[in-house]
């Protein structure tokens, strides 16, 4: 109830046709701001989670951030996958993937040494075996959807309701082997 008001009161309703249609950049702007927000939050509470427990932050990140910022690109894609839009589906979920690696990390860490901060990177280890973990996710992805198609001479890669499944028990044992690993000497 409380975020309902605040995003009532700070948020101009900019759809076509209303009376605020033409402050739609005031509502990108305070959009980003209310994300922003949320995000500090979030990765304050993730620290303060990691620095009680002892499980190293890069766990965290993985596992808790990247899951909750992948809710909506996931809601997006099953949207446009319903329409029968495979193929928006998937670069939705790829592009996003480059977004978050180069803007996310780029832009933040630009700032931050440009304001005279340096930006430390720690547990070096667990996030190079995190790369790892995630280029034998992007290798299964391009064998399920583009080896088989490119293996037959098609010209379409097609998802199945057994890629789907392939898929998602690949996210399961890549994700359940990353934390074993992390968590090893925990």
Not at 33 to 47: N, P, R, T
Not at 95 to 102: F, H, P, R
Request: net charge positive; aromatic share 12%; charged share 10%.
């Amino acid at each position: 109830f409380p975020l309902k008001v605040a995003f009532k009161y700070t948020c101009p309703p900019c759809e076509r046709g209303s009376v605020w249609e033409i402050y739609y950049p005031v509502t990108l702007v305070v959009a980003f701001a209310w994300v922003s927000l949320f995000s500090y939050g979030i990765s304050k509470i993730v620290q303060s989670w990691g620095n009680a427990s002892g499980i190293p932050l890069s766990l965290f990140g993985y596992i808790l951030v990247a899951c909750g910022a992948e809710i909506p690109d996931t809601i997006q894609s099953v949207t446009v996958a319903r329409r029968g839009y495979g193929s928006m589906a998937v670069s939705n979920a790829i592009g996003s993937q480059i977004l978050n690696i180069c803007v996310g990390l780029g832009f933040p860490w630009t700032v931050s040494l440009v304001t005279g901060h340096n930006v430390e990177v720690t547990d070096h280890e667990t996030i190079f075996r995190a790369a790892i973990f995630q280029f034998v996710n992007i290798a299964i992805v391009f064998l399920l959807l583009l080896g088989s198609s490119l293996a037959r001479g098609e010209k379409k890669a097609t998802l199945t309701i057994c890629k789907g499944w392939m898929l998602l028990l690949t996210y399961i044992v890549v994700s359940s082997s990353f934390v074993a690993y992390a968590l090893r000497n925990v």
